[in-house]
Nanobody, 118 residues
Framework: QVQLVESGGGLVQPGGSLRLSCAASGIVFSNYRMGWYRQAPGRQRELVATITSSTSTNYADSVKGRFTISRDSAKSMVYLQMNSLKPEDTAVYFC????????????WGQGTQVTVSS
């Protein structure tokens, strides 16, 4: 019954902004490092950003300074604020939950499409 449900994707112009949301259910939210990954056509899924329960963050170099990941423990929500979007950011964005105490299969959302184009 674990679910990660993304929302907020869409079509934006270069330089624009989007805020992605991920609603987590069926997990003890504080036990997971949360993250956003993305996958463009013909490419591997790549890390975008992660955030621990203590709000330590990590970003891919390609998005550093433009994207901000955050989490709301009361709502079990994860967000990705994306500013100064570029066409290269076009991808399906996936929410991820990673067990903090050991090796377990990660949980993944269904993905939300982000398209940056004029």
């Amino acid at each position: 019954q674990v679910q990660l449900v993304e929302s907020g994707g869409g079509l934006v112009q270069p330089g624009g902004s989007l805020r992605l949301s991920c609603a987590a259910s069926g997990i003890v939210f504080s036990n997971y490092r949360m993250g956003w990954y993305r996958q463009a056509p013909g490419r591997q899924r790549e890390l975008v950003a992660t955030i621990t329960s203590s709000t330590s963050t990590n970003y891919a170099d390609s998005v550093k300074g433009r994207f901000t990941i955050s989490r709301d423990s009361a709502k079990s929500m994860v967000y990705l604020q994306m500013n100064s979007l570029k066409p290269e950011d076009t991808a399906v964005y996936f929410c991820n939950a990673n067990w903090r105490y050991g090796i377990r299969p990660d949980y993944w959302g269904q993905g939300t499409q982000v398209t940056v184009s004029s």
